[in-house]
């Protein structure tokens, strides 16, 4: 079927000075950095942007910065993240004057609901915003699974132009490719790093990768690769990409699991000379430097610094 939006959108992360405020310079080398290595579009304002710790300023700040340094190169997908219903359509609202070309957005969360509120969430969004909605299902931070029927349903009724599936859920995600294979513009992407070649060989149209973020290029490859139906050659990106991905692992508890994986990605961008520095969101600590030399042996041995 037909579709608006494909490939490797990765979810930007959000440099920051050692002083804590937003480092535009290393943000507008980051977007030169992933339009370089040929990513399909931007995710803005995600939970690789440490978007939770955001002032409404700061927000407004990244979204500009990464609109200027794009130029409209490449479609930019943004978060509109707010607990409910009006207050997501109002922070929809604004990044869609910053630039949006499209909004992600997630169901109702601290105020949780059910199957049929969340439809009414997502229906009355769609309804106020001129914009592309995608339904992000992230329970780890909702605590509400968006269940693949009402997915369907939104996405044949053209409420929502696709999904962006960090559920976690493969047998739920598999279903939802399944059920939505005839649905005309609806795409489907996964933020699982280390399964991609699975996901597009079941018909996802792409992946969010926060790793992406790190080595753009590996993840074009492995989506050109498989659209050109080479799997072998997908399946070894792929297996590439997960040794990359022990980057993840090399806090060894010592930190939060955000500022674990976030943090990762930020000191390999260092490393490379993408960013400045490595610096988190307070409260979260930044990684070390026992931590930065483990995740440099990772770099050299994937051929990225």
């Known amino acids: ?77 943004v978060g509109a993240n707010e607990q409910t219903t009006n207050r997501v359509i109002e922070e929809a609202k604004r990044v869609v004057d910053l630039g949006a070309d499209a909004i992600v957005v997630t169901s109702m969360y601290y105020a949780i609901g059910n199957a049929d509120e969340t439809e009414t969430h997502f229906r009355s969004i769609h309804s106020a915003v001129d914009a592309p909605v995608f339904a992000y299902d992230v329970p780890v931070r909702t605590h509400f699974k968006l269940p693949t029927d009402l997915l ?29 294979r005839d649905i005309d513009n609806f795409d489907i992407f996964t933020g699982h790093e280390v399964v991609v070649d699975g996901a597009l060989l079941g ?37 590439r990409l997960a040794d990359l991905f022990e980057i993840v692992y090399t806090p060894n508890g010592r930190v939060s699991g955000g500022a674990a994986g976030l943090g990762a990605f930020k000191t390999a961008l260092q490393i490379m000379g993408v960013i400045e520095s490595n610096t988190m969101s307070a409260p979260m600590q930044a990684l070390n430097e026992e931590e930065t030399t483990a995740i440099k042996v990772i770099l050299e041995r994937n051929g990225l610094v």
């Open 1 to 77: 079927m037909s579709s608006q939006f494909s490939g490797v959108i990765p979810p930007v992360v959000t440099p920051r000075h050692t002083d804590g405020s937003i480092d535009t310079a290393s943000l507008q080398n980051l977007t030169k950095h992933l339009l370089d290595g040929g990513v399909s579009g931007l995710f803005v304002l995600g939970s690789s942007a440490e978007v939770p710790y955001m002032t409404n300023a700061e927000r407004a700040q990244v979204v500009s910065t990464i609109a200027e340094a794009n130029a409209g190169s490449v479609p930019l997908v």
């Open 152 to 180: 369907v349903r939104l996405g044949r009724d053209g409420v929502i132009a696709g999904v962006k599936d960090s559920s976690g859920d493969d047998v739920a995600f598999r279903q939802l490719l399944l059920a939505a």
């Open 203 to 239: 018909g996802a149209q792409g992946v969010v990768p926060g790793l992406g973020n790190v080595d753009p290029r590996g993840y074009r490859n492995l989506v050109d690769a498989a659209a050109s139906g080479d799997w072998a050659k997908a399946a070894a990106e792929q297996d």
